[in-house]
């Protein structure tokens, strides 16, 4: 990130995106294979399943605050009503 804003000279609004990038598209999307795999095959008990719910929570929050942050960038006139639904 810090490459790109050197490169440009300033900020945009889409820096913000680049931090939830491993939340997208890595941590959300596995904990949800393993938490579906373990209910669907009943393996690992209920252990490993409260453990991939916790990381689910974990993921989309880290993902859902970097596109928040996203959109309050974007909409900065209207970010009040943004951030509240």
Known sequence: MA????????????DRLRSG????????PAST??????L???TAGLA???VAAFVIGFGMMAAFSSL???TAGMCA???GVL???
């Open 83 to 85: 951030a509240s639904g």
């Open 48 to 50: 490993i399943v409260i």
């Open 68 to 70: 928040n942050t996203y």
């Open 3 to 14: 490459k790109s804003i050197r490169a440009r000279g300033h900020k945009v609004a889409q």
């Open 21 to 28: 990038y491993l939340s997208f598209f890595l941590i959300v």
């Open 40 to 42: 669907e095959f009943e």
């Open 77 to 79: 006139h209207r970010a």
């Open 33 to 38: 294979l393993v938490y579906g795999w373990c």
